[in-house]
């Protein structure tokens, strides 16, 4: 019998490479990018509404005083026509009242009663993330297309002058957090909530955190969030109420550093909160024990996050020359990041003697926390690659592009399968460097043809 296959690890499988233009993953890209600019000018043209005032007319200038014969119009602003923009509600009328009303009746006077299934109702963050495709890529040289002379590799045609990188991408579970208006102090008052990727579910109760009201960000949750309280953020929808994710993707990511370097320092988690380590996640805390190695061993058994506290940005890069990729971008896309968090550590309370007074609570329970810095190893799953002149769009979408560092299998359960196999990456850093050299050959034999 063969081993179960992993339904979770095969969406990075690569579909069959496909030599048709048309439907190329180039193609697709393109008319992606067509349509977002057709949505993004309609999106233009109807808020400015100038269709309701084509018609209007407000009267005779004060040169045409001689006509006496024609009334008076008077003249006003155009306030008055801004109902005409407003679309009429539309009431039920007698008649389908009437309809439904006979159709209760008919249905009461039927001897059983059938229950109706009801489909549950969607999440309204549901698939609101933007996904991106494996990039498809082919090494076979006898792809080509004879009238341009490129290799048809998959790489984009503009890979050095219209995308943008994002690397080393962390390991974890895709998300969208969701703050929401809190009558409390920000930051301790909870307003955060955080949403599965394709179902929009909760994945965490409401808690507190430094980020602003009314705000929407694409965020990786970290596989030891636990361990460290890192929640990496990728992507900024909107901020504040405000709608960024229109603009196009090099704005996004530095509003977003830029925003989240403005935060103030997250507080400590609050003390209603248990820390203690649940049975169940034994294995999991020996697990990934090595991820903070300066915590000694009896704080990281003893404490455990019970919300992320630090929203860290994944490291974006502009310049994707093929020199820039092979030499750094590639490189980061492989190693494993560090990042300094600070762990709450318990510190017992002061002991009294029974001459002490206890004034304003000091002889309460609840121990006194102090932090302590720590470096938490994140290890990278791959890079993504973003087109700079696209917007934010949800589902799926081949304006983003995928290429993870490890080798996709069909029995990605086994732990020998992926022995031998080159990982996306690697394809993608041979791709490069084939390119970088016909480059070079190019530039060569332009040389020599201006010698002659």
Not at 4 to 14: E, G, N
Not at 60 to 83: C, K, Y
Not at 379 to 401: I, K, Q, R
Request: hydrophobic share 35%; glycine share 4%; net charge negative.
């Amino acid at each position: 019998m063969f081993a179960k296959t992993d339904r979770k690890a095969l969406f990075k499988s690569p579909p069959t490479v496909f030599t048709d233009k048309l439907i190329s993953q180039e193609a697709r890209r393109s008319k992606a990018l067509e349509e977002q600019k057709r949505r993004r000018a309609q999106k233009f043209e109807s808020s400015r509404q100038l269709d309701a005032f084509a018609d209007l007319n407000l009267g005779n200038s004060d040169d045409d005083g001689d006509l006496e014969d024609e009334p008076e119009i008077i003249r006003e602003g155009v306030s008055g026509f801004v109902q005409m923009v407003s679309q009429p509600v539309e009431t039920p009328s007698l008649s389908s009242d009437a309809h439904n009303h006979e159709t209760v009746q008919s249905g009461k006077r039927r001897g059983k009663t059938r229950r109706k299934r009801i489909k549950a109702k969607s999440s309204t963050w549901a698939d609101k993330c933007m996904y991106a495709e494996l990039l498809e890529m082919n090494e076979e040289a006898h792809l080509w297309d004879n009238q341009s002379g490129d290799v048809i590799d998959g790489l984009p045609r503009d890979l050095e002058a219209a995308w943008v990188a994002v690397a080393p991408v962390p390991a974890g579970k895709r998300c969208l957090a969701v703050t929401h208006q809190s009558a409390g102090v920000v930051g301790i008052s909870p307003n955060t909530t955080l949403r599965s990727r394709v179902l929009g579910k909760m994945l965490l109760p409401r808690f507190p955190s430094s980020l602003p009201p009314l705000t929407v960000l694409d965020c990786i949750l970290d596989v030891n969030w636990r361990d460290n309280g890192i929640i990496h953020v990728l992507d900024v929808l909107k901020w504040k109420g405000q709608d960024v994710g229109d603009c196009e993707t090099p704005f996004r990511f530095w509003w977003r550093d830029t925003r989240l370097a403005e935060l103030p320092k997250p507080p400590l988690p609050s003390g209603r909160f248990s820390f203690t380590v649940p049975s169940t996640t034994a294995d999991t805390s020996s697990q990934n024990a090595g991820s903070l190695p300066n915590m000694p061993t009896s704080e990281r058994e003893r404490y455990r996050f019970p919300y992320p506290t630090s929203f860290v940005p994944i490291p974006y890069h502009i310049d994707t020359t093929l020199t820039s990729l092979s030499s750094f971008i590639i490189p980061m896309a492989r190693s494993t990041r560090e990042i300094s968090v600070d762990i709450p550590v318990n510190v017992s309370p002061p002991e009294f003697t029974s001459h002490d007074m206890a004034v304003d609570g000091t002889h309460d329970s609840a121990p006194l926390r102090s932090t302590t810095s720590a470096i938490a190893r994140v290890d990278s799953d791959g890079l993504l690659l973003y087109v700079s002149h696209a917007s934010y769009e949800e589902g799926t979408s081949p304006l983003s592009c995928w290429i993870p560092n490890k080798a996709i299998t069909e029995h990605p359960e086994l732990p020998s399968s992926s022995e031998g196999h080159d990982s996306p990456l690697d394809v993608f850093q041979r791709l490069v460097q084939r390119r970088t050299v016909r480059n070079l050959h190019v530039v060569l034999g332009l040389q020599d043809s201006m010698d002659m």
